[in-house]
């Protein structure tokens, strides 16, 4: 799946190269799904490199805009990461559509990810398809007696589980990720953040875990102490000490030895960082608006089996993408619609992110809500009736919409309102 991409170009896991190629961190993914007592993700100071922190946050289009600009200014940039602000499984609609808009645009681009493996499972196949080659688990304990003493809490969809239950959910989880990526080839590090007195003596264990299961290289980290934290009374741990600790885990792991301890907005060579010249780049690209159409190369349908538009918006679970090609269109994908139960105007939104890059919607019938919400987007909603090929003549090439439209019905079933009800 990786063939055509030079892996040895980064930097994070060949040290041999991280004076010639750098990386970006796009911060897409900011909600978090656990709580850890040394994080504190609410101060951003300029010179300072720590994870969890970024200047701005980006979504998927202007992400694929910044990593234009990055590259315009900074050609040796070989790998996209996405490394938060959250998590990004916390985040999942965005961390992907980053992904894969990053992928059709950047086809020789290293995409990477760092997560704490809590909701990253479902993911993983299509993350090897697209493929993303190097994931980094951030692992601080395989004992849940140790675990819950790094954690206040950990969410897993609406529920919130402490100490021991969620110690063990999430050590459950690590250990299912870092076994499913290896099973799809995808290389894999570990973090473990040192922090003395809690995990510092357990770090052998992590590593000899870490190894049984067939990840391939461990970051030992130290903690760095951040004030209105359980853990701000904790001092780092020395440097001394941290070698101790690597010297031990070697015996079970390659240790990587050259970590910068990254901002969620990280850019350019490890040891040459230049998140501070770009924070205005960052900046602007964060304040631009929806892309207009002309810039937009795509048309998203909704249909119950490719030939007709004859699927309400509410009810559609995929979409189809069609692009112009010679004298017709082609189907390019099907992307997976956000499911139904999100809160209408969540859902909505997320239906906006995954088609950012489609001028329109063909659907048969839309409420009100959703149409709105898609228009601010940028994408022109179309209800129609008939065949696809007919309104993707009509949207390209300035046909007669109005004659297409279809009759907007009420929804029956709920599916177009959070309140229950259709708006349409």
């Given at each position: 799946?990786?063939?055509?991409?030079?892996?040895?170009?980064?930097?994070?896991?060949?040290?041999?190269?991280?004076?010639?190629?750098?990386?970006?961190?796009?911060?897409?993914?900011?909600?978090?799904?656990?709580?850890?007592?040394?994080?504190?993700?609410?101060?951003?100071?300029?010179?300072?490199?720590?994870?969890?922190?970024?200047?701005?946050?980006?979504?998927?289009?202007?992400?694929?805009?910044?990593?234009?600009?990055?590259?315009?200014?900074?050609?040796?940039?070989?790998?996209?990461?996405?490394?938060?602000?959250?998590?990004?499984?916390?985040?999942?609609?965005?961390?992907?559509?980053?992904?894969?808009?990053?992928?059709?645009?950047?086809?020789?681009?290293?995409?990477?990810?760092?997560?704490?493996?809590?909701?990253?499972?479902?993911?993983?196949?299509?993350l090897a398809t697209l493929p993303v080659s190097h994931v980094t688990i951030t692992v601080n304990g395989v004992d849940p007696q140790v675990v819950e003493q790094v954690y206040s809490w950990v969410r897993d969809g609406n529920v919130v589980y402490r100490g021991r239950q969620a110690a063990e959910l999430l050590h459950s989880r690590q250990k299912a990720a870092v076994s499913a990526l290896?099973?799809?080839?995808?290389?894999?590090?570990?973090?473990?953040?040192?922090?003395?007195?809690?995990?510092?003596?357990?770090?052998?264990?992590?590593?000899?875990?870490?190894?049984?299961?067939?990840?391939?290289?461990?970051?030992?980290?130290?903690?760095?102490?951040?004030?209105?934290?359980?853990?701000?009374?904790?001092?780092?741990?020395?440097?001394?000490?941290?070698?101790?600790?690597?010297?031990?885990?070697?015996?079970?792991?390659?240790?990587?030895?050259?970590?910068?301890r990254c901002r969620a907005d990280a850019v350019g060579l490890l040891g040459d960082d230049k998140a501070g010249e770009f924070r205005g780049c960052l900046s602007a690209c964060a304040s631009t608006p929806a892309l207009p159409p002309e810039q937009r190369p795509y048309v998203a349908v909704a249909t119950m089996e490719g030939v007709l538009v004859n699927q309400h918006l509410g009810e559609a679970t995929r979409f189809q993408i069609y692009a112009p090609e010679g004298e017709g269109f082609a189907l390019i994908e099907e992307r997976p619609a956000p499911?139904?139960?999100?809160?209408?105007?969540?859902?909505?939104?997320?239906?906006?992110?995954?088609?950012?890059?489609?001028?329109?919607?063909?659907?048969?019938?839309?409420?009100?809500?959703?149409?709105?919400?898609?228009?601010?987007?940028?994408?022109?909603?179309?209800t129609m009736s008939g065949f696809i090929e007919d309104g993707l003549k009509a949207v390209y090439r300035g046909g007669n919409l109005d004659a297409m439209k279809g009759r907007r019905v009420p929804c029956t079933k709920g599916v177009c309102s959070g309140s229950g009800g259709c708006n349409g």
């Open positions: 799946m990786t063939s055509h991409l030079d892996l040895s170009k980064h930097p994070c896991f060949n040290p041999a190269v991280k004076g010639q190629f750098g990386r970006v961190h796009l911060p897409v993914a900011p909600k978090c799904n656990i709580k850890c007592n040394f994080c504190n993700r609410k101060y951003d100071c300029a010179n300072e490199s720590r994870p969890g922190v970024t200047s701005s946050l980006l979504s998927p289009s202007q992400a694929v805009l910044y990593l234009r600009q990055v590259l315009a200014k900074e050609p040796r940039i070989t790998v996209a990461g996405i490394a938060g602000p959250g998590d990004p499984f916390a985040n999942p609609e965005e961390t992907m559509e980053t992904l894969r808009l990053i992928r059709r645009e950047f086809p020789e681009m290293i995409l990477c990810l760092a997560s704490n493996g809590l909701g990253i499972g479902p993911y993983i196949p299509e290896k099973a799809h080839g995808i290389t894999v590090k570990i973090n473990t953040i040192v922090v003395p007195g809690v995990n510092d003596h357990h770090v052998e264990a992590v590593a000899a875990k870490m190894q049984e299961l067939g990840a391939d290289l461990l970051n030992c980290m130290a903690m760095f102490p951040n004030v209105d934290t359980p853990f701000a009374h904790i001092p780092e741990p020395s440097k001394q000490r941290i070698a101790e600790i690597r010297q031990v885990a070697e015996k079970y792991l390659p240790q990587m030895r050259h970590c910068t499911k139904a139960g999100n809160g209408g105007l969540q859902r909505w939104t997320s239906v906006g992110r995954v088609l950012n890059d489609c001028r329109a919607l063909l659907v048969s019938a839309l409420g009100d809500s959703p149409r709105e919400v898609l228009e601010k987007s940028g994408i022109r909603p179309v």
